[in-house]
């Protein structure tokens, strides 16, 4: 999976190439490895996949961003979320007070009334915290004790679909840090699933009856073809059993194994 992270390299170093071209240059056929090849003078650094190899160098360059973010989806979730620093992890803090900071965190971000409709989705909130944990925590010297919301409001950790005037509809408090970001994470992700299992309809009393009974008469089904297949086998080793004694044994052959 260490070829995961190779692919977020090469894709950053497409990155800074990509902040010195003008949008005119950026047309809608041009794909990745096409960029790569004429507006990038050393492929040193990027990963062949990206650079010559379907999908990756297929791939539109005006979704590379997209692109990005599934990749670094797949990182956190395969690789990071398996190294993350003691001081973030949930054995740091308190049951109460990781319990207090999803909850305040919930009410004040996809649980607020007022927020914009596309910031209402919990796995947006998920799909962000994730990135923090990629894009900044991964930063040995970033500061800890700072309040989320900085991070929160910068547009350029938001997917697409999420725009200024949506992020203005929420405010984190300050008592909620970065240093929280993965006990939020682990606590949104727990509420996700919650709702899951809520959506999975039940079975209920009179269609397990019905399962029931089904299974009842599967099971009376196969016992009689059960009998009908001993009866008929019965038959039918005891002729191939005569056939067998009356045939010529020199001329049975061994089976190959």
């Known amino acids: 999976m260490l070829i995961v992270l190779h692919y977020l390299g090469s894709l950053d170093y497409v990155f800074t190439y ?11 056929s041009l794909t990745i490895q096409s960029f790569a ?16 190899r ?8 005006k979704y590379i961003i997209d692109l990005y973010e599934l990749i670094e989806e797949i ?47 919990i796995d947006s909130w998920i799909g962000i915290l994730k990135r923090l944990m990629v894009r900044v925590l991964s930063n040995i010297n970033v500061s800890l004790d700072v309040p989320i919301q900085i991070y929160l409001e910068r547009t ?16 984190v408090n300050d008592e909620i840090l970065l240093q929280h970001t993965y006990i939020l994470l682990k606590g949104l992700e727990y509420e996700r699933d919650k709702l899951l299992l809520k959506n999975i309809k039940p079975i209920d009393i009179e269609e397990q009856s019905t399962l029931q009974k089904q299974n009842v008469l599967q099971n009376t089904d196969t016992q009689l073809l059960k009998v009908k297949t001993w009866h008929n086998d019965s038959i039918s080793n005891a002729s191939m059993m005569s056939r067998v004694i009356k045939s010529d044994k020199t001329t049975v052959k061994k089976m190959r194994v």
């Open 18 to 28: 990509l902040r010195n071209i003008d949008d005119e240059t950026t047309n809608d």
């Open 37 to 52: 090849e004429n507006y990038i003078r050393s492929s040193v650094c990027l990963n062949d996949n990206v650079l010559q």
């Open 54 to 61: 379907p999908p990756f160098a297929t791939i539109n360059l």
């Open 75 to 121: 990182a956190f979730d395969k690789i990071l979320r398996h190294y993350i620093k003691q001081n973030l992890t949930e054995e740091s803090f308190a049951i109460e007070q990781r319990q207090t900071l999803i909850r305040k965190f919930s009410d004040m971000t996809f649980k607020k009334e007022t927020i914009a409709p596309s910031l209402k989705n």
């Open 156 to 171: 350029d950790l938001w997917t697409g679909n999420i725009i200024e005037s949506d992020i203005q509809t929420f405010e």
